[in-house]
């Protein structure tokens, strides 16, 4: 597992675990704080946060970092559960 330069796994809050939830699935940061009922400033805030205790580069980095440390389980679809793409 990796971690960062101390070797301490981060931390994050409830509420940045949850924005990075949905970051991960796509919503945009206006979308989160209507979800949440917080400022969408606040949500940056929250992202950039979690960015850089993961230090990750940009926000597929943050979700791949948060992926690779356990952090963020993405789960697959279920075999005969609907996609909106085939893979082949």
Known sequence: MHRNALNIEPHLTFREHQIL???AVGWSAKQIALEINIAPRTVERHIENV???LNARNRAHL???????GLLVIDAPVQDEPTLFEFK
Do not use: G, N, S
């Open 21 to 23: 939830e949905l970051v």
């Open 51 to 53: 960015r850089l205790k």
């Open 63 to 69: 979700i791949t970092q948060a992926m690779h440390l």
